[in-house]
């Protein structure tokens, strides 16, 4: 059994993969650095001691005790790209490292989507509605269909994207490791398969593929007409 971080940018359907692994038994794959930030981690007291003393590593360290004591069989963890706003660009090689070896047996994944402009579609009309997901509540659906199209906005959320990307490549080269590509389309054609292999990769045994396609139906996609309504106009130059 390996422990496993997925590292992202936002829109790039991560709570789906994550929770989808979690409904598989396979961690919890909690956005730590996120709650940590909001101070609302599990154990944030003991958590904030251990980040004190140790940085990402010690961090790193006291979540896999926590998830021991809790009872799941391995630690599973998403990073944003932005999770790592907090730390100086000089040393996030050196504490990423230390975070993936405090974790050790660990895999590093690299969820990425091949159509960087749905992904930047999705970021801008979740920033502005705040509907991010489909258990999101209904008020929240509401003001997604309100949100106007502009594109301006579109072309930073689109660089936002980009960048995002370009910062995990360049910081994967420097921190010299080699993570495992995987991308969002490959488990929205084929979910079965892609997530039978994800969850097989990660326990080193094999998954009923009945199971995990039941599994994957935890969260259904939020794009709609609209994404598709700002997409043509985007692509027509508007």
């Known amino acids: 059994m390996n422990n496993y971080v997925v590292c992202a940018v936002q829109r790039a359907g991560k709570t789906w993969i994550v929770n989808t692994l ?5 961690g919890d794959g909690m956005e730590l650095l996120t709650e940590f930030e909001r ?37 599973g963890l998403a990073l944003q790209w932005n999770n790592l706003d907090v730390i100086p660009t000089e040393r996030r090689p050196a504490e990423l490292t230390g975070f993936i070896r405090a974790l050790n047996p660990c895999t590093v994944f690299f969820l990425r989507r091949r159509d ?5 579609i999705s970021h801008y009309l979740m920033f502005e509605s705040g509907y991010a997901h ?9 003001q997604r269909a309100g949100v106007p199209y502009d594109r301006a906005v579109l072309d930073r959320w689109v660089a936002f994207t980009r960048q995002g990307y370009a910062g995990w490549s360049n910081l994967f080269a420097a921190a010299g490791m080699e993570p495992v590509n995987l991308y969002y389309e490959d488990f929205v054609d084929n979910p079965k398969t892609s997530f039978a292999g994800l ?6 045994r094999g998954f009923d593929p009945e199971v995990v396609g039941a599994a994957a139906t935890g969260l259904s996609r939020v794009s709609d007409e609209k994404n598709e309504v700002f997409r043509a106009r985007y692509l027509a130059g508007e």
Do not use: Y
Not at 136 to 141: C, G, K, L, Q
Not at 199 to 204: F, L, S
């Open 22 to 26: 979690n409904r598989l038994g396979l």
């Open 116 to 120: 960087v402009l749905a992904q930047a």
């Open 39 to 75: 101070n609302c981690a599990p154990e944030q007291a003991r958590l904030s001691a251990a980040a004190d003393s140790g940085g990402m590593a010690g961090l790193a360290r006291a979540f896999a005790e926590v998830t021991v004591e809790e009872g799941l069989p391995c630690v």
């Open 199 to 204: 969850a097989e990769r990660i326990a080193g």
């Open 134 to 142: 489909s258990t999101d509540p209904d008020s929240a659906r509401q």
